[in-house]
């Protein structure tokens, strides 16, 4: 079985450039959750989704992030400009109903923003 | 919101040793969750707890989930070198759908 995916596994780039994080999560599942890790703040959940549709973004940092959930298998997380405090390890997880216990984690993407 | 307090930050233990942690809240959580992190990895998830003073096992792990609902524990009992890494707990509070995650509980051991 796959699990979730997460691509690109390390990204790099400069201060003002649009970055893109994907993920494919696994095949059924219906909510998909956006997390940061840093090493002051922990793991904080950016967004949720259920059924493709965003139900919370309230951990969103900024006008800067986005992220959309064009079908059930794919969904982005997009920031622009990027600003080097942005720089952390971004993971993608999914779930099939909303309790935790079936939430599994992608690899993560590790971005570093110059 | 809601907060988890995971304690101890870190610990460095001899292989063999038994390992205990914690993660407190001010409010009632109805599921505790404990994962693992590997470096360069996600977290995987250990064991789930569903309902106060369950005990549940995953070979050498055992967590709790504390008769008030508002503390967990997890135990490894004889540490191996595999064991390293990054142990975070989580919780889901009453009518919730967002996972709560503590600081996490970094695990060195010597061999």
């Known amino acids: 079985d796959a699990g979730v995916i997460q691509s690109p596994r390390h990204e790099v780039t400069e201060m003002g450039q649009e970055v893109t994080l994907r993920c494919k999560p696994i095949?059924?599942?219906?909510?998909l959750f956006w997390y940061r890790q840093t090493m002051m703040r922990g793991l904080e959940l950016l967004i949720y989704?259920?059924?493709?549709?965003?139900?919370?973004d309230s951990g969103m940092p900024e006008d800067r992030f986005s992220a959309k959930m064009p079908n059930a298998s794919f969904s982005t997380l997009k920031i622009q400009p990027s600003e080097p405090r942005d720089s952390a390890v971004y993971f993608c997880?999914?779930?099939?109903?909303?309790?935790?216990?079936?939430?599994?984690f992608g690899p993560g993407t590790r971005l570093l923003v110059l | 919101g809601q907060q988890l307090n995971q304690s101890p930050q870190s610990m460095f233990i001899q292989e063999g040793e038994d390992v205990s942690m914690n993660c407190t809240s001010s409010?009632?959580?109805?599921?505790w969750l404990w994962y693992k992190q590997d470096p360069g990895e996600g977290p995987v998830l250990l064991i789930a707890?569903?309902?106060?003073?369950e005990l549940t096992s995953n070979g050498r792990l055992t967590a709790q989930f504390g008769i008030t609902r508002k503390d967990s524990f997890l135990n490894i009992s004889a540490s191996i070198p595999s064991d390293v890494g990054i142990y975070f707990c989580?919780?889901?509070?009453?009518?919730?759908?967002?996972?709560?995650f503590g600081q996490g509980t970094r695990l060195t051991i010597n061999p």
């Open positions: 095949s059924g599942h219906d909510y």
């Open positions: 989580a919780g889901l509070g009453q009518g919730a759908q967002k996972l709560v």
């Open positions: 707890l569903y309902k106060a003073g």
């Open positions: 997880a999914s779930s099939l109903g909303s309790r935790g216990e079936t939430q599994y």
């Open positions: 409010s009632i959580f109805n599921t």
């Open positions: 989704f259920n059924n493709n549709v965003p139900i919370d």
